[in-house]
């Protein structure tokens, strides 16, 4: 295969959730879902990726399953929103064939690799407070002020 050549390969359906998003969510970058109230066809889990379609200001935004709760009648899912996205992009998400150039990347691609960084950073962040946090109990200095 040359690179002017396209890869064809099936990626796993993207699914959308439709959402009013305020200007809050929108700052805050999370948003909480009810499975019944979104109407979701399947339950969602830890980590997947998901579409964040606002149909009142016709806006679409990458998304990621964050976090989870269960209650005795629904479950409730956090999604952290990430990157904006054309309706086009969009509608390249939901269609589960994609074409790849060879050897290239596609705008999921790039938001996949965001996302994961992003939570690799956030994980980062989160160690970092808890070790300076931990009393010193061998004589190293633990203190943001010390490091």
Not at 109 to 122: C, G, K, N, T
């Amino acid at each position: 295969m040359n690179q002017n050549e396209q890869q064809h390969e099936v990626a796993e359906p993207i699914l959308q959730i439709e959402a009013t998003l305020t200007p809050f969510t929108q700052r805050s970058r999370s948003v909480g879902i009810s499975h019944t109230d979104a109407g979701l066809p399947r339950g969602l889990d830890l980590g997947e990726h998901v579409l964040v379609h606002d149909p009142a200001t016709r806006t679409h935004f990458t998304g990621i399953v964050a976090d989870i709760d269960f209650t005795l009648t629904d479950t409730v899912y956090r999604i952290e929103l990430g990157t904006r996205v054309t309706s086009g992009e969009a509608a390249q998400w939901l269609n589960p064939v994609r074409e790849r150039p060879a050897g290239g990347f596609t705008t999921r691609d790039v938001a996949h690799l965001l996302a994961a960084l992003r939570r690799s950073e956030q994980g980062l962040a989160a160690a970092y407070r808890e070790y300076a946090a931990t009393p010193a109990t061998d004589g190293v200095a633990r203190s943001v002020g010390q490091i």
